[in-house]
């Protein structure tokens, strides 16, 4: 298939190259031109524009970043590149799958993307071009390998025929594929992270528990975690979660469900332990 990816950065860049291994040809668009050079000098292809890009492609997967700014998802990045890419897809003569990969809040998609395209597209969702909501499960140190052994692909789709497309195109991966609505499809991604997130600052919690009484905290974790229902990630205690996507993502996620009403205590007390575990890190002479 003929694949452009709008946002070269860790996720856009894994997307790429692992469905370039694939034998997809892929074409690589960023706003920021040093990631393009330097695909280039890897001999991958790329474009200057969203309007090459989608141009040269059958499916366009959105890999732009949704950083958290006081507590806040930051949608000026997705909704610039939705923009772009719907004023590109007015010259498109066949369908087009615009396929969402950067985290989103639950009915942004529907809400928000989907509007956006229609409006400055001038085209109709579902019969002129197809939408997905194909949330990311990759860490920074080990994205690409992630994309090509994935545990699962999530393809959230608006109709059935943008659906089959990204399953095609996922298939070679050899992974079980779940076919859901939009909105179940981006909270999937929450709920993964807010479990991992948690996970964490539990271990954390029994890190400065274990250490007041004077025991092994890693000893007593490690020994816990072989019991198959727990697990080995995030069991060693000392750190908090950092990264691109843990700390970002649980703050928006709580913002979100305030703002629906409801009252996340168990998540405030996940990110009251991290923000701890920080503090006390950063603290000098003290350590946890």
Do not use: W
């Amino acid at each position: 298939m003929k694949i452009s990816i709008i946002g070269s950065g860790v996720v856009g860049k894994a997307t790429g190259i692992g469905l370039h291994k694939h034998s997809n040809e892929v074409l690589f668009h960023d706003i920021v031109k040093e990631k393009l050079i330097m695909l280039r000098k890897q001999s991958y292809e790329v474009a200057e524009s969203i309007s090459e890009a989608v141009n040269n492609s059958t499916i366009s997967l959105v890999c732009v970043q949704t950083p958290t700014v006081n507590g806040q998802m930051d949608f000026s990045f997705v909704k610039k590149a939705t923009i772009d890419l719907a004023k590109a897809l007015r010259s498109k003569k066949e369908y087009h799958v615009v396929v969402i990969r950067s985290t989103v809040l639950p009915s942004t998609t529907r809400t928000l993307i989907i509007p956006l395209l229609e409006q400055h597209s001038k085209l109709r969702t579902g019969e002129d071009f197809g939408v997905c909501m194909n949330p990311e499960f990759l860490r920074k140190e080990s994205a690409l390998s992630d994309f090509l052994k994935p545990g699962r692909i999530v393809i959230g789709e608006l109709d059935k025929q943008s659906g089959d497309m990204l399953e095609m195109l996922y298939a070679p991966l050899k992974a079980p594929i779940f076919r859901t609505d939009l909105d179940t499809a981006e909270i999937i991604k929450y709920v993964t992270n807010a479990f991992l997130t948690t996970k964490i600052s539990f271990f954390n919690e029994m890190y400065t528990i274990c250490r007041s009484l004077g025991l092994d905290p890693n000893f007593i974790s490690e020994v816990a975690a072989l019991d198959p229902r727990i697990g080995n990630y995030g069991i060693h205690g000392g750190q908090p979660f950092e990264g691109s996507c843990l700390p970002k993502d649980l703050e928006a996620f709580i913002s979100f469900v305030k703002a629906n009403e409801h009252n996340p205590k168990l998540l405030d007390v996940v990110l009251y332990i991290n923000k701890k575990i920080a503090r006390m890190r950063t603290t000098k002479g003290e350590t946890p």
